[in-house]
Each structure stands twice: as C-alpha cells, then as structure tokens.
C-alpha cells in the first residue's frame, strides 16, 4: 500500500479526476433516455457471461462469448440516436449543463390544470395530445419538438393546440412537474390494432404507450371526447371526474411519478 502511494503522482490524481467526469458527462447525456434500459441490458448480458463461466455452462458461455465479441457494433447500432444527440450537445456545451427550474407545480395542482384544459379543449372541438413522462425517458420526443419548460398551466396548454398555433399538430410532454416542449412527434406504427374510425393522435397515443410507459390524454376535435392510453391499453370517452381520479390514481400526490430517478 505504501509503495503504491510513494508511486503515485499528481498526474495519476488529473487522470483519475478526468475519466470521473467523462463517466459523469456520459450519466448526464444518457439520463431520461431509453439508453439507460438498453444500457442495464447489457450489463445483464456481462454478468451472464460471467456467470456462465465460472460456473461451466459452456454452451450459454459460447453464444454470450460470440454476441460480446460484436458488442461494438451492437452498441453503435442501438445508441446512433443517442450518440448523435450527445454529441451534439457536447458541441453546443461540453462542460456546462443546464439545470431544472424549480417553479414546479404540486401533482394534485398539475392534474387539476392538466383536467381542466383539456374539458375546455374537448367544449371548443380542439384537438390535442398530453404525454405525462414517467420512468422511461422520453428526451429523444422532447429534443425533436420546441422546448418551453414552462409551467403547467390551463391557459398555456389550450393556447398551445389551438388551430392557428404552429405547434397545435404535435404533443406537449411534462416532464418533472413542467412543460417540456411542444410540438412533439410521438411514434406512429401502422401495424397497431386500433379501429379505423380513430385518428393519427390515437394511434400515435397508443403507439407510444406500447413504447414507453407514459400516460398520454387524448382529446379529439371531431367528437370533442378525452381518451387516456397508458400501458398498450386506451380508455375512451372520460368525463371530467374520471379523467381526474384516474390520474390521480396514476400519479398519486406527494410520489413523484412525473420523472422517476
């Protein structure tokens, strides 16, 4: 222990301290991201090769050995839309990274602003699509729309899917407690069952919810209904009570739920 310490230079401690940040930079660019279940995955993946071999099960020790053996390229294959979108923000801010306002709303408050646009969307025949994030991380969606963080609010929320707004055609996505962005293009699979009377903002709802497990209300303009996806399933024609006591059910107050660490 002594000998290691007498070797140990001031160069060793620069080196130490910048691989910690690249590891923490690299935590930060992957946090509420998908990347972080992928990434779990194959760190199961690791320590089932490890397992396989020292307890000898050589057959499941040979496939892990060949699938390892291309991780490089695996991992290229499944992150290009997270290493694009981290290197972009390194380009835009390699050492500074932008923090969270703190003006958050309470969840009983949210969902009563959240209830209370949307019946005033559903009376005026004005569409729209309201994603709550949850434990999947959704900031693939919310960097390809308009970013606001802003805070949840009825007014800010009918304003922004009126038909003359240039964002009324996406979603907007809450994320901890605000508004995120707006004019979010969610996930589209055309293989969905899902009847055909219902529109592209269903479809994208419940292709989303199938993805991820973010609750999304749907409000259409053509029957002026409120519908709620959340877990591949979609609940139709929800009357203001239980819009609210279901989200109340999803998001209890005083659990944070909106954005699980």
């Not at 038909?163 to 293989?191: F, K, V, W, Y």
């Not at 994208?204 to 409000?219: F, R």
């Not at 009357?239 to 005083?254: A, D, H, I, S």
Request: glycine share 8%; hydrophobic share 50%; aromatic share 6%.
């Amino acid at each position: 222990m002594l000998e290691v310490l007498s070797n140990f230079r001031l160069w060793d401690v620069v080196d130490i301290l910048i691989v910690a940040f690249i590891i923490y930079r690299i935590i930060l660019l992957i946090k509420g991201t998908r990347a972080v279940q992928m990434l779990i995955g194959i760190v199961v993946v690791l320590g089932l090769y490890i397992a396989s071999l020292r307890v000898g099960f050589f057959t499941l020790h040979w496939i892990l050995n060949n699938f390892i053996a291309s991780m490089v390229l695996v991992i290229i294959v499944i992150f290009q839309d997270d290493i694009r979108r981290a290197l972009t923000r390194v380009g835009r801010n390699p050492f500074i990274s932008s923090g969270v306002s703190s003006d958050k709303l309470e969840q009983v408050e949210i969902t009563e602003e959240v209830v209370r646009a949307c019946i005033a969307m559903a009376e005026k025949g004005v569409g729209g699509l309201i994603v709550f994030e949850r434990k999947t991380g959704l900031n693939n969606y919310i960097e390809k729309g308009i970013l606001i963080d802003g805070c949840i609010q009825t007014e800010t929320i009918v304003s922004i899917f009126q038909p003359t707004s240039p964002l009324h055609d996406g979603a907007i996505i809450i994320q901890e407690g605000r508004i995120a962005a707006a004019g979010c293009l969610l996930p589209l699979d055309t293989d969905i069952e899902i009847s055909s009377t219902f529109g592209t903002r269903h479809r994208c709802a419940l292709s989303l919810s199938k993805e991820a497990d973010a609750v999304i209300i749907i409000v259409s303009e053509e029957r002026g209904t409120i519908s709620l996806a959340y877990e591949g399933t979609m609940r139709l024609n929800l009357n203001e009570q239980v819009l609210r006591n279901t989200l109340l059910k999803l998001f209890p107050p005083g659990k944070e739920l909106l954005k699980s660490k």
